[in-house]
């Protein structure tokens, strides 16, 4: 198995900046895809952004040039560097990770991840 624990959320001013991080643990796994989504009150779960195992990204229109993913593979981490915030930005932000690893039996086993969540809020 594998966990994603997310950090850097929190409180912040319009136009203001965070930086969230999603550190992946775990045993025998590599890991594909990653990405960043976010659940506003009352609305549904949307892809912010994503990134590929050799470094392409993606991003929805909404945030394209004011957020930047990246990830170090060495420390299996993922960032999400978010400027210039507005108050439509507040969500809880959650971080997913595709996964390709081998069971303690050595059957190999394809799965998607999901972090706890991490709560970001743009107020004044």
């Known amino acids: 198995q594998v966990q994603l624990v997310e950090s850097g959320g929190g409180t912040v001013q319009p136009g203001g900046s965070l930086r969230l991080s999603c550190a992946a643990s775990g045993s025998s796994f590599n890991i594909n895809g990653m990405g960043w989504h976010r659940q506003a009150p009352g609305k549904e779960r949307e892809l912010v952004a994503s990134?590929?195992?050799?470094?392409?990204?993606n991003y929805a229109a909404s945030v394209k040039g004011r957020f930047t993913i990246s990830r170090d593979n060495a420390k299996k981490t993922l960032y999400l560097q978010m400027n210039s915030l507005k108050p439509e930005d507040t969500a809880v932000y959650y971080c997913e990770a595709d996964v390709l690893g081998t069971h303690p039996t050595g059957e190999y086993y394809a799965a998607r991840f999901w972090g706890q969540g991490t709560q970001v809020t743009v107020s004044s």
């Open positions: 990134t590929t195992s050799d470094g392409s990204t």
